[in-house]
T-cell receptor, first 115, second 112 residues
Framework: EAGVAQSPRYKIIEKRQSVAFWCNPI?????LYWYQQILGQGPKLLIQ????????DSQLPKDRFSAERLKGVDSTLKIQPAKLEDSAVYLC?????????????FGSGTQLSVL | DAKTTQPTSMDCAEGRAANLPCNHS???????VYWYRQIHSQGPQYIIH???NNETNEMASLIITEDRKSSTLILPHATLRDTAVYYC?????????????FGKGITLSVRP
C-alpha cells in the first residue's frame, strides 16, 4: 500500500517569507498529524485532525502557523512569516481512527531551512 | 511532556541481540507502551506496542515488567541497518485525542 506522501522534500527560504507544506495520508486514514522535529530532538506534535476537524492544536504557534484539511484527505501546513527558529523537519503522519491502540504511519518529512 | 526515560545512547555488535531499556514508572493502567525508530533522514517507523503482556513480531520483542514500570525492546540479531534513534512512548489507550509524545530517544549504533 502507498505510504504517507509529503512535498517538497527540501525547502530553503529567508526569514519573514512564507512557506507551505503538503501531505497526502494513507487512503482511508481519518486521522492526520503534523509534527515538527528540530535537530537533535524528538518530533513534537503541532496539530491533529480527525477527518476535516481539528482535535488538538495546543502546540501550534497560531500567530504564524496554520493548517487545513478541507476535504478530510490532503492537508497543508503554512508558516507566515517564517523565523530562524522554524528551521526543522516537518513530518506528516496518519492513522486509521486515531485511537490509542493504532500505529501511526509517517512520511519522510520536509526539511525547512530558514536563512 | 514525555513520560519515559531512556539512556542517551548504546551500541552493540552486528549479529548480537540489542536490548534497549525504557523506564516509565508513572505509567497508568490505560496507557500502552509503544516503540518507534527513526533512521537518519526518514520519518519514524512503528516497531511494536504492548499493554501488559510481552509481545513479539517480525521486527522485535517487547518485554514489559509485571509492574509495568519499565520495558525492554529486544532486536534479536542486530544488523547495521538497525542503527537509528529508538523512541519509547506511552500512549493513552482510548479516545480519538490520543497523543503520541516523543522524547529524545536512545541512539543505537550497531558496529560491524
Amino acid at each position: 500500500e502507498a505510504g504517507v506522501a509529503q512535498s517538497p522534500r527540501y525547502k530553503i527560504i529567508e526569514k519573514r517569507q512564507s512557506v507551505a507544506f503538503w501531505c497526502n495520508p494513507i487512503s482511508g486514514h481519518a486521522t492526520l498529524y503534523w509534527y515538527q522535529q528540530i535537530l537533535g530532538q524528538g518530533p513534537k506534535l503541532l496539530i491533529q485532525f480527525q477527518n476535516n476537524g481539528v482535535v488538538d492544536d495546543s502546540q501550534l504557534p497560531k500567530d504564524r502557523f496554520s493548517a487545513e484539511r478541507l476535504k478530510g484527505v490532503d492537508s497543508t501546513l503554512k508558516i507566515q512569516p517564517a523565523k530562524l527558529e522554524d528551521s526543522a523537519v516537518y513530518l506528516c503522519a496518519s492513522s486509521f481512527t486515531g485511537t490509542g491502540g493504532e500505529k501511526l504511519f509517517f512520511g519522510s518529512g520536509t526539511q525547512l531551512s530558514v536563512l | 511532556d514525555a513520560k519515559t526515560t531512556q539512556p542517551t545512547s548504546m551500541d552493540c555488535a552486528e549479529g548480537r541481540a540489542a536490548n534497549l531499556p525504557c523506564n516509565h514508572s508513572t505509567i497508568s493502567g490505560n496507557e500502552y507502551v509503544y516503540w518507534y525508530r527513526q533512521i537518519h533522514s526518514q520519518g519514524p517507523q512503528y516497531i511494536i506496542h504492548g499493554l501488559k503482556n510481552n509481545e513479539t513480531n517480525e521486527m522485535a520483542s517487547l518485554i514489559i515488567t509485571e509492574d509495568r514500570k519499565s520495558s525492554t525492546l529486544i532486536l534479536p540479531h542486530a544488523t547495521l541497518r538497525d542503527t537509528a534513534v529508538y523512541y519509547c512512548i506511552v500512549r493513552v489507550v482510548t479516545g480519538a485525542n490520543s497523543k503520541l509524545t516523543f522524547g529524545k530517544g536512545i541512539t543505537l549504533s550497531v558496529r560491524p
